[in-house]
């Protein structure tokens, strides 16, 4: 098992399922295969983050039979998460974190392994990456509705590692951190609240409590029980009330962004106090942030009108 950078962009030629498979050219067949059961970070180029963005764990490889030479790396289902902060190639010191991208001076350097959409991973070199990556958003937005700090950030255990002038090798991240379900929903609920600016996404409301920390809730659009990642794109922001009926298929969002409600269930009284009077479901700034079209198709088909 190995550790590994995947190239990938917003907008490409490859056909990349997000959180469930990468899309890579044969070229890249042997490096892939030896990621088998590890992690590996996603980075994006110039015409996305400009960064490394997130990750996620490769399970196996199948062949593309609708075009030749191509391959799906499978990815573990539920487990991509994004990172709180884009990481870019270099550090604060202008010291790129691959080593293979380093010049003489240990800046990034063009052309050579830059160009390679697969690049191997040293324990030290991930551990570095995803430290920076799931560093906690200290801003308003993205604070928990009660206390100064949630305790998840206080004990992540990523300071174990944190020093880049410890001479001794590192252990990596621990695997029970990267799986934890408890600072997982932390860093997502992080993560969602500032993408939306701590607003409903569908009733438009912007309530904050006396400290001025957000009302709102980070919910999955694809439930993690059914493999959701914790990926900005799986997240919206909604009200303690809106979250719920969204969880219980009482409310959904079509394609055009129109807010759906099961009128069978919702009197339409309620729906018109709780959804703003455009009906349509209110986007985050970032196009980026933007719900993806599976994780919605998904709730509409598996969720939506199933009942409470």
Partial sequence: MVKAVFIQNPTSIYDDQPGEAYHFPKRYLNLVKKTFGDWVVFYEGRLGAFGYVSIAKVLDVVEDHTRINHYYALLKKGMAWDFEQV??????????????????????????????????????????????????????????????????????????????????????????????RKVRDASFARMVKAAYGARCAISGLELRNGGGRPEVEAAHIRPVEHDGPDVVRNGIALSGTLHWMFDRGLISIAPDWTILVSHNKVQPETARRLINSRQKFLLPENRRHYPHPDYLRFHREEIFGQGI
């Fill in 87 to 180: 990481v870019p190639r270099a550090d604060e010191n202008n010291i790129a974190f691959e080593m293979s991208l380093r010049d003489r001076n240990g800046a990034p350097s063009s052309g050579g392994a830059n160009v390679s959409a697969v690049r191997h991973l040293s324990e030290r070199e991930f551990a570095r990456i995803v430290d920076r990556g799931l560093r906690a958003q200290d801003i308003p937005e993205a604070m928990p509705r009660t206390g100064s700090r949630m305790l998840e950030d206080q004990d992540h255990g990523f300071a174990e590692f944190q020093t880049d002038f410890d001479p001794a090798p590192l252990a990596g991240v621990r695997e029970e951190i990267l799986i934890s």
